[in-house]
């Protein structure tokens, strides 16, 4: 009980805090872009809407998001002490050596990549996350016929919708559910929002590149067998794939839809 504490402040400590939850939030993404993904189907937004519900209602499902936020919050607290212990520790560049010839720009640049990660998260979470729970989004219907699977979508007013609903009758579903689609449809005609996504996800992309393999890196995961392997997955998975994947969505909703 005495060590835990010099431990967890130490830097070492510091670091392997920030490479835990980094890994965590790095899961995290996986799951988030597979339910997003739903925003590309061509269904007025039902299946996207019965996700965001089962994401926001499940309770596991809450418990991790708590999980998540403490996460995020860590890491970038973490993040900035680490920043400022180092520069601290040394206030002025060695005369006989330049640091950027062994290091890469992600790396050199980390905090200014989180910072815009962190206005990036603030602006989603407030457009989406917080207008969902206070109920400051549309409300809509959607009524399927079982036997043809066809379909039919209506706006609802406030005084019609009091909970998310579903329920069958005569070979008809019927869903009535908060209309996040129709938020995330209106939010992405503005283009300087499209563009902070898309700046964001090339942060994102530069920041998981270089942390990714650095948290594995801290929490020993480096035998010569693995490296090419979590290489490979730092930069073409979630250095690549994973941003595209979630640029691509401002720009649909924009360009296409």
């Avoid at 995290?28 to 996207?48: E, Q, T």
């Avoid at 993040?79 to 720009?105: C, F, I």
Wanted: charged share 15%; hydrophobic share 45%; proline share 4%.
């Amino acid at each position: 009980m005495s060590n835990s504490k010099p431990v967890l402040s130490s830097s070492l400590g510091r670091k392997l805090i920030m490479s835990l939850t980094g890994i965590f939030l790095c899961t995290f993404l996986i799951v988030h872009l597979i339910g997003n993904l739903s925003l590309f189907k061509d269904d007025g937004g039902y299946a996207f809407n019965n996700y965001a519900y089962f994401m926001t209602h499940f309770p596991p499902i809450k418990v991790v998001s708590y999980l998540l936020y403490a996460s995020i919050i860590i890491h970038a607290v973490y993040a900035l002490v680490l920043t400022m212990k180092n520069k601290a520790a040394r206030p002025v560049n060695y005369a006989q050596y330049d640091g950027k010839a062994n290091s890469t720009w992600n790396s050199r640049n980390m905090g200014i990549l989180g910072t815009v990660l962190l206005v990036f998260i603030a602006t989603h979470m407030q457009n989406f996350w917080w207008k969902y729970h206070n109920d400051q989004v549309p409300y809509i219907e959607y009524q399927t016929d079982l036997a043809t699977g066809k379909t039919i979508a209506k706006t609802l007013e406030a005084s019609e919708f009091t909970d998310y609903v579903k329920t069958e009758n005569n070979g008809i579903e019927t869903v009535k559910a908060r209309d996040l689609y129709k938020q995330v449809d209106f939010a992405f005609e503005n283009p300087f929002l499209v563009g902070l996504y898309v700046l964001a996800m090339a942060a994102l992309s530069f920041h998981l590149i270089h942390g990714f393999q650095s948290a594995f890196q801290t929490v020993g995961f480096s035998h010569k067998k693995y490296v090419p392997i979590i290489r490979f997955l730092g930069v073409w998975f979630f250095g690549v794939l994973i941003p595209i994947g979630f640029a691509l969505m401002p720009l649909y909703f924009y360009f296409v839809k």
